[in-house]
């Protein structure tokens, strides 16, 4: 069955910590990998996404996500946080090149960044 | 703003009430999906269409679950005989599968928040 697990449910950091939130999938096929954010009171937004190409992607924000196939992992990284990136963080996948479209997501990381 | 669009934004019933939410998805996506979410975890899977036909229902998804696109325009998804499980709050979203845009990602709503008691 198609999974995806994010191990750190909670992250506390504070501003200008380095980031980097877990993402492993299970899948067998090729697939296509999402990061998500939802903060307070808002709707779900794409940080980024792959596709295929350069496993390396970069997104809004500053954010970035390796994708790294031979360990099925999609981790979120970001070189400095700011207070602003307090959220809730998906990590999602889907597999439309082998023709399943809906969206599997995560559990979520809800990061809190101190001032 | 064309952005997918759910009403009502909250819903708050009696247990065994039925229920009906509706969401319109952005104009041009042919792809609908429906999502549950619940604290502290992922928006969970439903069902989607694309165009009007309903490709896909989760195993989750009990009788009493009833989702609808008659023209591969808006939706709705209905709730029979509500039960305190199920509140939660009940996302849509939104996806395009022209060919140039094959792999795209969803675009979702602000969600319907449901409450039973």
């Known amino acids: 069955a198609q999974s995806v697990s994010q191990h750190n449910h909670h992250v506390i950091l504070s501003e200008a910590a380095s980031l980097e939130l877990g993402c492993n999938y299970s899948y067998g096929g090729t697939v296509n990998l999402f990061w998500y954010v939802q903060y307070p009171g808002q709707h779900l937004q794409l940080l980024l996404k792959y596709f295929s190409g350069d496993p390396l992607v970069k997104g809004i924000k500053g954010f970035e996500a390796e994708f790294i196939k031979s360990k099925f992992s999609f981790n979120l990284r970001k070189p400095s946080v700011q207070w602003s990136d307090t959220a809730e963080y998906f990590c999602a996948v889907n597999g439309a090149a082998s023709g399943t479209y809906k969206y599997i997501f995560g559990t979520g990381t809800r990061l809190k960044v101190l001032a | 703003d064309t952005g997918v669009s759910q009403n009502p934004r909250h819903k708050i019933t009696k247990r065994g009430q039925n229920v009906t939410f509706r969401c319109d998805p952005i104009?041009?996506?042919?792809?609908l999906y429906w999502y549950r979410q619940t604290l502290g975890q992922g928006p969970e899977f439903l069902t989607y269409?694309?165009?009007?036909?309903?490709?896909?229902k989760s195993r989750l998804l009990s009788d009493r679950f009833s989702a609808e696109r008659p023209k591969g325009s808006f939706s709705t998804l209905e709730i029979q005989r509500t039960e305190q499980g199920d509140s939660a709050m009940y996302l849509c979203?939104?996806?395009?599968?022209?060919?140039?845009?094959?792999?795209?990602?969803?675009?979702f709503g602000q969600g319907t928040r449901l409450t039973v008691v």
């Open positions: 979203a939104s996806s395009s599968n022209k060919r140039a845009h094959a792999n795209t990602e969803a675009f």
């Open positions: 104009s041009e996506h042919n792809r």
């Open positions: 269409f694309q165009n009007e036909a309903q490709l896909e």
